[in-house]
């Protein structure tokens, strides 16, 4: 089952422009949630990570945004940079699932 | 620090033949991770190994078996491989509690 659902599966931003990428969670118990970034050829790195307790996280260009009502939480990325262009990836745990439950990805092209 | 580590790198098999994929971390981490990682289908959990001596079955383990040979090492065994199985397998780890899983530079398996 689909637990977490991400969007969009890719996203062509303009050097400069704002990356916005979307994830919501049917989960309830979910109380971490982490976005990870991969390069290619590369593994995934996590990046930054919110639990429910804040609404927003910001850590330099990158701010987690967490809607709990909602059930949806967003990657922004300020001023994108052609060094930005990663799969970024998010993910969420919780309750009785320990593990990490991982969206589909999405593939972000900055374009100079 | 190499942190987690993975042989081979790249390795094309021939259906029904059988292979081992090797991992290793030096950081010290009780839990171990197998992903696979599929176009559009984000990173899917194999197989994981809450501490050495103890392993379990995550989301897709069909086809695979795994073996924490000790806390450092965690190999994934394909018995039979198919062409369903050509994918690129990640291993990770973290220590439990502090959610944040490290992965390794993974091994891209194509099955002919």
């Known amino acids: 089952q689909q637990q977490v659902k991400q969007s969009p599966q890719s996203l062509i931003v303009q050097k400069g422009g704002i990356s916005i990428i979307n994830c919501a969670y049917e989960n309830t118990a979910f109380d971490y949630f982490p976005w990870y970034q991969q390069f290619p050829g590369k593994g995934p790195a996590l990046l930054i990570a919110?639990?429910?307790?804040?609404s927003e996280k910001k850590e330099g260009r990158f701010t987690i945004s967490f809607n709990k009502s909602a059930k949806q939480f967003s990657l922004h990325i300020m001023d994108s940079q052609p060094g930005d262009s990663a799969t970024y990836f998010c993910?969420?745990?919780?309750?009785?699932?320990?593990?990490?439950?991982f969206g589909k990805g999405t593939k972000l092209s900055v374009k100079p | 620090n190499a942190g987690v580590t993975q042989t081979p790198k790249f390795q094309v098999l021939k259906t029904g033949q059988s292979m081992t994929l090797q991992c290793a971390q030096d950081?010290?981490?009780?839990?171990m991770y197998w992903y696979r990682q599929d176009p559009g289908m984000g990173l899917r959990l194999i197989y994981y190994?809450?501490?050495?001596?103890?392993?379990d079955k995550g989301e897709v383990p069909n086809g695979y078996n795994v073996s924490r040979l000790n806390k450092r090492e965690f190999s994934l065994r394909l018995e039979s491989a198919a062409p369903s199985q050509t994918s690129v397998y990640f291993c990770?780890?973290?220590?439990?509690?502090?959610?944040?899983?490290?992965f390794g530079p993974g091994t891209r398996l194509l099955v002919l």
């Open positions: 190994s809450a501490s050495e001596g103890t392993t």
């Open positions: 990770a780890s973290d220590w439990t509690g502090e959610e944040t899983q490290y």
């Open positions: 919110i639990r429910p307790d804040v």
């Open positions: 993910a969420a745990s919780g309750g009785s699932q320990g593990n990490l439950i």
């Open positions: 950081m010290n981490h009780n839990s």
